[in-house]
T-cell receptor, first 113, second 111 residues
Protein backbone atom coordinates (compact mmCIF):
# COMPACT_ATOMS: atom_id res chain seq x y z
CA UNK A 1 0.00 0.00 0.00
CA UNK A 2 1.40 3.42 -0.95
CA UNK A 3 2.53 5.54 1.97
CA UNK A 4 4.00 8.91 2.80
CA UNK A 5 7.63 8.59 3.83
CA UNK A 6 9.60 11.09 5.90
CA UNK A 7 13.25 11.62 6.75
CA UNK A 8 14.87 11.98 9.16
CA UNK A 9 12.83 10.24 11.82
CA UNK A 10 14.59 12.22 14.53
CA UNK A 11 16.87 15.26 14.41
CA UNK A 12 18.55 17.22 17.17
CA UNK A 13 19.72 20.71 16.26
CA UNK A 14 21.21 23.74 17.93
CA UNK A 15 19.05 26.82 18.34
CA UNK A 16 19.55 29.17 15.38
CA UNK A 17 20.51 26.41 12.96
CA UNK A 18 18.66 25.65 9.73
CA UNK A 19 16.78 22.38 9.41
CA UNK A 20 15.32 20.68 6.35
CA UNK A 21 12.73 17.95 6.78
CA UNK A 22 12.05 15.75 3.79
CA UNK A 23 9.00 13.91 2.58
CA UNK A 24 7.99 11.71 -0.32
CA UNK A 25 4.19 12.02 -0.74
CA UNK A 26 2.05 9.29 -2.27
CA UNK A 27 2.80 9.29 -5.98
CA UNK A 28 -0.59 10.12 -7.52
CA UNK A 29 -1.48 12.75 -4.93
CA UNK A 30 -1.66 16.41 -5.87
CA UNK A 31 -1.93 18.21 -2.52
CA UNK A 32 0.83 18.17 0.05
CA UNK A 33 0.81 19.36 3.63
CA UNK A 34 2.91 19.89 6.71
CA UNK A 35 1.43 19.60 10.18
CA UNK A 36 3.13 19.68 13.54
CA UNK A 37 2.37 18.26 16.98
CA UNK A 38 4.05 19.65 20.06
CA UNK A 39 4.38 16.97 22.74
CA UNK A 40 1.06 16.45 24.49
CA UNK A 41 -0.82 18.86 22.23
CA UNK A 42 -3.08 18.60 19.21
CA UNK A 43 -2.00 18.17 15.61
CA UNK A 44 -1.79 21.64 14.01
CA UNK A 45 -1.90 22.63 10.35
CA UNK A 46 1.11 24.53 9.01
CA UNK A 47 0.84 24.73 5.23
CA UNK A 48 -0.71 23.21 2.14
CA UNK A 49 0.92 23.10 -1.29
CA UNK A 50 -0.66 22.54 -4.68
CA UNK A 51 0.49 23.08 -8.24
CA UNK A 52 3.95 24.19 -7.07
CA UNK A 53 2.75 26.93 -4.79
CA UNK A 54 1.44 27.45 -1.28
CA UNK A 55 -2.35 27.27 -1.32
CA UNK A 56 -2.92 27.96 2.37
CA UNK A 57 -0.87 28.58 5.49
CA UNK A 58 -1.53 29.04 9.17
CA UNK A 59 -0.36 31.79 11.52
CA UNK A 60 2.35 29.42 12.73
CA UNK A 61 3.91 29.31 9.26
CA UNK A 62 5.84 32.59 9.47
CA UNK A 63 8.85 33.84 7.52
CA UNK A 64 11.23 31.36 9.12
CA UNK A 65 9.40 28.49 7.42
CA UNK A 66 9.45 27.61 3.74
CA UNK A 67 8.37 24.67 1.60
CA UNK A 68 9.62 23.41 -1.70
CA UNK A 69 9.04 20.62 -4.18
CA UNK A 70 12.54 20.40 -5.65
CA UNK A 71 11.76 17.52 -7.99
CA UNK A 72 8.89 15.24 -8.99
CA UNK A 73 8.86 13.23 -5.80
CA UNK A 74 10.21 15.16 -2.81
CA UNK A 75 8.53 17.81 -0.68
CA UNK A 76 10.55 19.67 1.92
CA UNK A 77 9.99 21.90 4.93
CA UNK A 78 12.80 24.27 5.83
CA UNK A 79 13.08 26.05 9.14
CA UNK A 80 15.63 28.83 8.71
CA UNK A 81 16.65 29.66 12.26
CA UNK A 82 15.29 27.18 14.75
CA UNK A 83 13.94 28.20 18.13
CA UNK A 84 13.39 26.09 21.24
CA UNK A 85 9.64 26.28 20.65
CA UNK A 86 10.04 24.63 17.24
CA UNK A 87 10.66 21.33 19.03
CA UNK A 88 7.82 19.10 17.86
CA UNK A 89 6.86 16.18 15.67
CA UNK A 90 6.44 17.34 12.08
CA UNK A 91 4.10 15.35 9.87
CA UNK A 92 4.00 15.42 6.10
CA UNK A 93 0.71 14.47 4.48
CA UNK A 94 -0.85 14.23 1.04
CA UNK A 95 -4.14 13.63 -0.75
CA UNK A 96 -5.73 13.70 -4.20
CA UNK A 97 -7.86 16.76 -3.59
CA UNK A 98 -10.53 18.52 -1.51
CA UNK A 99 -12.62 16.13 0.54
CA UNK A 100 -10.35 13.19 -0.11
CA UNK A 101 -8.60 11.38 2.69
CA UNK A 102 -5.36 12.98 3.85
CA UNK A 103 -2.66 10.38 4.55
CA UNK A 104 0.09 11.12 7.02
CA UNK A 105 3.69 10.02 7.28
CA UNK A 106 5.24 8.67 10.46
CA UNK A 107 6.71 12.04 11.33
CA UNK A 108 10.06 13.69 11.93
CA UNK A 109 10.77 14.42 15.57
CA UNK A 110 12.72 17.71 15.84
CA UNK A 111 14.47 18.60 19.07
CA UNK A 112 15.99 22.08 19.32
CA UNK A 113 18.56 22.51 22.11
CA UNK B 1 -13.15 29.41 12.88
CA UNK B 2 -13.51 25.62 12.83
CA UNK B 3 -13.51 23.95 16.23
CA UNK B 4 -13.34 20.32 17.34
CA UNK B 5 -13.84 19.09 20.89
CA UNK B 6 -13.30 15.48 21.85
CA UNK B 7 -14.43 13.70 24.99
CA UNK B 8 -13.46 12.06 27.18
CA UNK B 9 -9.77 13.02 27.21
CA UNK B 10 -8.88 9.54 28.44
CA UNK B 11 -10.79 6.29 28.71
CA UNK B 12 -9.85 3.04 30.37
CA UNK B 13 -11.82 -0.07 29.40
CA UNK B 14 -11.67 -3.72 30.24
CA UNK B 15 -11.28 -6.05 27.30
CA UNK B 16 -14.73 -6.67 25.84
CA UNK B 17 -16.27 -3.58 27.47
CA UNK B 18 -17.89 -1.53 24.68
CA UNK B 19 -17.97 2.27 24.75
CA UNK B 20 -18.18 5.40 22.61
CA UNK B 21 -15.93 8.37 21.97
CA UNK B 22 -17.43 11.74 21.18
CA UNK B 23 -16.35 14.43 18.74
CA UNK B 24 -18.29 17.72 18.71
CA UNK B 25 -17.58 20.15 15.92
CA UNK B 26 -18.36 23.65 14.72
CA UNK B 27 -17.76 24.50 11.09
CA UNK B 28 -19.16 26.94 8.56
CA UNK B 29 -19.95 24.02 6.26
CA UNK B 30 -18.74 20.45 6.61
CA UNK B 31 -16.76 18.99 3.74
CA UNK B 32 -15.73 15.90 5.73
CA UNK B 33 -15.14 14.54 9.21
CA UNK B 34 -12.18 12.23 9.65
CA UNK B 35 -11.22 9.74 12.34
CA UNK B 36 -7.61 8.74 12.81
CA UNK B 37 -5.80 6.44 15.20
CA UNK B 38 -2.43 7.56 16.58
CA UNK B 39 0.01 5.29 18.37
CA UNK B 40 2.73 6.90 20.55
CA UNK B 41 5.46 8.50 18.46
CA UNK B 42 3.68 7.70 15.19
CA UNK B 43 1.69 9.54 12.58
CA UNK B 44 -2.11 9.58 12.42
CA UNK B 45 -3.45 6.45 10.74
CA UNK B 46 -6.64 6.92 8.74
CA UNK B 47 -9.77 5.12 9.93
CA UNK B 48 -12.91 6.72 8.47
CA UNK B 49 -14.29 9.66 6.53
CA UNK B 50 -17.89 10.78 7.01
CA UNK B 51 -19.46 13.38 4.76
CA UNK B 52 -23.08 13.89 5.74
CA UNK B 53 -25.39 13.55 8.73
CA UNK B 54 -26.75 10.06 9.14
CA UNK B 55 -23.76 8.41 7.53
CA UNK B 56 -22.19 5.42 9.28
CA UNK B 57 -19.01 3.44 8.56
CA UNK B 58 -17.64 0.27 10.13
CA UNK B 59 -14.30 -1.45 10.30
CA UNK B 60 -13.76 -4.48 12.51
CA UNK B 61 -14.67 -3.41 16.07
CA UNK B 62 -15.06 0.27 15.18
CA UNK B 63 -18.13 2.11 13.93
CA UNK B 64 -18.29 5.82 13.22
CA UNK B 65 -21.50 7.84 13.02
CA UNK B 66 -22.21 11.45 12.16
CA UNK B 67 -24.87 14.03 13.05
CA UNK B 68 -24.98 17.72 12.21
CA UNK B 69 -23.11 18.62 15.39
CA UNK B 70 -21.12 15.57 16.45
CA UNK B 71 -19.63 12.24 15.58
CA UNK B 72 -19.28 9.12 17.65
CA UNK B 73 -16.71 6.39 17.41
CA UNK B 74 -18.22 3.23 18.87
CA UNK B 75 -15.84 0.51 19.99
CA UNK B 76 -17.43 -2.91 20.38
CA UNK B 77 -15.72 -5.58 22.50
CA UNK B 78 -12.34 -3.84 22.43
CA UNK B 79 -9.04 -5.67 22.65
CA UNK B 80 -5.74 -4.46 24.13
CA UNK B 81 -4.44 -3.78 20.61
CA UNK B 82 -7.13 -1.11 20.24
CA UNK B 83 -5.26 0.98 22.82
CA UNK B 84 -4.25 4.25 21.11
CA UNK B 85 -5.21 7.89 20.85
CA UNK B 86 -8.19 8.44 18.58
CA UNK B 87 -8.23 11.75 16.74
CA UNK B 88 -11.17 13.50 15.14
CA UNK B 89 -10.63 16.16 12.48
CA UNK B 90 -12.86 18.28 10.26
CA UNK B 91 -12.42 19.80 6.86
CA UNK B 92 -14.75 22.69 6.16
CA UNK B 93 -15.97 24.12 2.90
CA UNK B 94 -14.69 27.52 3.99
CA UNK B 95 -11.35 26.30 5.30
CA UNK B 96 -9.52 25.20 2.21
CA UNK B 97 -8.11 21.71 2.39
CA UNK B 98 -6.72 21.81 5.88
CA UNK B 99 -7.82 19.56 8.72
CA UNK B 100 -8.65 20.98 12.12
CA UNK B 101 -7.97 18.39 14.80
CA UNK B 102 -9.33 17.81 18.26
CA UNK B 103 -7.04 16.95 21.15
CA UNK B 104 -7.92 13.27 20.94
CA UNK B 105 -9.17 10.57 23.29
CA UNK B 106 -6.48 8.36 24.79
CA UNK B 107 -7.93 4.85 25.02
CA UNK B 108 -6.41 2.09 27.10
CA UNK B 109 -7.89 -1.40 26.96
CA UNK B 110 -6.83 -3.75 29.73
CA UNK B 111 -7.02 -7.52 30.03
Amino acid sequence: EPEVTQTPSHQVTQMGQEVILRCVPISNHLYFYWYRQILGQKVEFLVSFYNNEISEKSEIFDDQFSVERPDGSNFTLKIRSTKLEDSAMYFCASNRGPGNTIYFGEGSWLTVV
Amino acid sequence: EDQVTQSPEALRLQEGESSSLNCSYTVSGLRGLFWYRQDPGKGPEFLFTLYSAGEEKEKERLKATLTKKESFLHITAPKPEDSATYLCAVQSTGGGNKLTFGTGTQLKVEL
